[in-house]
């Protein structure tokens, strides 16, 4: 069992930066891929970036690219999503999320590909 807590989220204008983090506790040995996704209303849920638990390895979706960092620390069993210039269009619930199975780089955008969930924390950027 994993269980991910977010924090950080909350109401920014945009063009200002925001950083989400995610603690993760339990079976944290066994994690090969975290990710963050998002959620607006009445839309369906994205991947927004992920990062391979054992290297540097990190992936993002086009419109974050360039905006949005995301980092991990091993030792504190944090991922961390920096997210600089913000627009109105990344208001939504962002979640972390954990696999304990290896995810092929095709399979990363996939939600059901993930074990493990946190509650989601809200960011909402006004105009």
């Known amino acids: 069992q994993v269980q991910l807590v977010e924090s950080g989220g909350g109401l920014v204008q945009a063009g200002y930066p925001l950083r989400l983090s995610c603690a993760a506790s339990g079976r944290t040995f066994g994690m090969f891929f975290m990710a963050w996704f998002r959620q607006a209303p009445g839309k369906e849920r994205e991947f927004v970036a992920g990062i391979r638990w054992s290297s540097d390895r990190t992936y993002y979706q086009d419109s974050v690219k360039g905006r949005f960092t995301i980092s991990r620390d091993n030792a504190k069993n944090m991922v961390y999503l920096q997210m600089n210039s913000l627009k109105p269009e990344d208001t939504a619930v962002y979640s972390c999320?954990?696999?304990?199975?290896?995810?092929?780089?095709?399979?990363?955008?996939?939600?059901?590909?993930?074990?493990?969930w946190g509650q989601g924390t809200q960011v909402t950027v006004s105009s």
């Open positions: 999320a954990a696999s304990l199975s290896p995810v092929g780089t095709g399979d990363i955008v996939n939600y059901y590909k993930y074990d493990y």
